[in-house]
C-alpha cells in the first residue's frame, strides 16, 4: 500500500484535493474529523482540554467550545503548543490505527489529509511520498474569511500558526498550486496520481 502525506496551507484548498483523490480511488483518513472525534463527550481529548484550559471551553451541553478554544490558541502561542501536546498522540494514534485498516483491507493507496502533518512528530516520515496545496495568500485569507466568517485579523492568526509555505513546499515531494479554475487543479491531480505505483 502507498501511503501519500497530503497537507497544505489553510483555506488552500486541501478538501478539495482530498475529495479528488477519493473519487481517483484513494483512501482517505481526514485528519480534522479525527481532531473532532477525539474530542467530542467522553473522549480522553476533551477531558485533557477542560484540566488545561477549564470548564469554560464547554458549552452547556457538554460539548467543545470550538470558536472559544480556537479564539484562545490562535491568540497565545503556548496555549496551541499545550492543545497540539495534549492532542496530536491521541489523533496520531487514531491514524496510524486508520492505515493498519487500509493495509488489512488491501487498499493500494491511503491518504493521510492532515493540515499539520508536517508538524506532527513522526507522521511525514511515515509517508511514501507528501503532497502540499498551496495557493497566492491573498486568495488564502479571503477563502478563510469567507469561509470560517473570521476577520482579516484572526485569518492572518490561523495562517501564521502553522508552517509557512516555504517550509512545508521545501518538505514536500511534490506541490499543487491552487490558484487556477478546478479544472486545472484537478488535471495537476491526474498527473501526479498516475506518477504514483497503484
Known amino acids: 500500500m502507498f501511503v501519500l502525506g497530503l497537507t497544505g496551507g489553510i483555506g488552500c484548498g486541501k478538501s478539495t484535493v482530498s475529495a479528488h483523490l477519493a473519487t481517483l480511488g484513494?483512501?482517505?483518513?481526514d485528519g480534522d474529523?479525527?481532531?473532532r472525534d477525539v474530542v467530542?463527550?467522553?473522549?480522553?481529548g476533551l477531558a485533557r482540554i477542560v484540566a488545561r484550559f477549564g470548564t469554560e471551553m464547554l458549552l452547556p451541553d457538554g460539548q467543545l467550545d470550538r470558536p472559544r478554544l480556537g479564539q484562545l490558541v490562535f491568540a497565545d502561542d503556548a496555549a496551541r503548543l499545550d492543545l497540539n501536546r495534549l492532542l496530536h498522540p491521541l489523533i496520531l494514534d487514531r491514524l496510524r490505527t486508520g492505515v493498519r485498516q487500509a493495509r488489512q483491507d488491501a487498499v493500494t493507496v491511503c491518504v493521510l489529509d492532515v493540515p499539520l502533518l508536517l508538524e506532527m512528530a513522526g507522521l511525514a516520515a511515515e509517508c511514501d511520498a507528501v503532497w502540499t496545496?498551496?495557493?497566492a495568500p491573498s486568495t488564502q485569507l479571503s477563502r478563510l474569511v469567507a469561509r470560517n466568517g473570521?476577520?482579516?485579523e484572526a485569518a492572518?492568526?490561523?495562517?501564521?500558526?502553522?508552517?509557512s509555505a516555504e517550509r512545508r513546499i521545501a518538505a514536500a515531494m511534490a506541490v499543487l498550486d491552487n490558484n487556477g479554475t478546478l479544472a486545472e487543479l484537478h488535471s495537476r491531480i491526474a498527473h501526479l496520481w498516475q506518477q504514483l505505483p497503484h
Do not use: F, N, Y
Open 150 to 152: 473570521l476577520t482579516q
Open 133 to 135: 496545496v498551496e495557493c
Open 26 to 29: 484513494a483512501r482517505i483518513l
Open 40 to 44: 467530542q463527550p467522553g473522549e480522553l
Open 33 to 35: 474529523r479525527v481532531a
Open 156 to 163: 492572518a492568526a490561523r495562517v501564521a500558526a502553522q508552517w
